[in-house]
């Protein structure tokens, strides 16, 4: 069974700092991943995408994939109070069904 | 662009009743769709999904039932509710990357 293991946290930082949420996966046949966002009382929203082993850069936010040791990270710099939110990590290998983590709350405080 | 809509946004149902949740797709034709749903404080529970008109394939046995009657159209249906239907329930589609978008969701609680 493909799992998605995530810190549930809270993960806090402060203003300004760089937050570092972690995935790690267990189905080595995983293709794509993912990176939602979930405010809280709302639907999730997607912020990131990686393929490829490496970084991927999208504004503040930076994507990791790391197939060989099965883990993909997300960085936000600068962060701001309004990142805080529960950052749900997804893979999918190929199916039409993706396989979600349960979140990392991250609280970002002034 | 695509928008993906659902209503009601919040629903109190007693137990027992019957439910129908919908959710359109707009600005994407036969696209693969999602319905979960997230207990307060859990992770997502995929419920069914659909790669086609009247495809359904269901993640979880339990009391619900879904249908597409057409290519952007999903429902969720229940002839009778449980408590522990309670949710904020979702629905969702995705593109062939495997990438999802999410509708603003519906809030059930059933009393």
């Known amino acids: 069974q493909k799992e998605v293991e995530q810190n549930s946290g809270p993960l806090s930082v402060p203003e300004g700092a760089i937050a570092s949420l972690n995935c790690t996966y267990s189905?080595?046949?995983?293709?794509?991943f993912f990176w939602y966002r979930q405010y809280s009382g709302k639907s999730p929203e997607l912020i990131m995408f990686?393929?490829?082993?490496g970084d991927k850069e999208d504004g503040r936010f930076t994507a990791q994939l790391n197939k060989a040791s099965q883990y993909v990270s997300l960085l936000i710099r600068d962060s701001q109070p309004s990142d805080s939110a529960t950052y749900l990590c997804a893979l999918s290998g190929g199916s039409y069904i993706p396989t979600f983590g349960r979140g990392t709350s991250l609280i970002v405080h002034p | 662009s695509q928008t993906i809509h659902q209503w009601p946004a919040t629903l109190v149902q007693p137990v027992g009743s019957p439910l129908s949740l919908e959710c359109t797709v707009e600005?994407?034709?036969?696209?693969?769709l999602y319905w979960y749903r997230q207990a307060a404080g859990r992770g997502l529970q995929l419920l069914f999904y659909s790669v086609g008109i009247g495809q359904i394939s269901s993640e979880v046995p339990q009391n619900l039932s879904a249908s597409r009657p057409q290519d952007r159209q999903f429902i969720l249906s229940s002839k009778k509710l449980l408590l522990s239907d309670s949710g904020f329930y979702l629905c969702a589609w995705a593109n062939p990357g495997g990438e999802q978008y999410f509708g603003p969701g519906t809030r059930l609680t059933v009393t």
């Open positions: 189905d080595r046949g995983s293709q794509s």
């Open positions: 600005g994407t034709s036969n696209p693969n």
């Open positions: 990686i393929y490829s082993n």
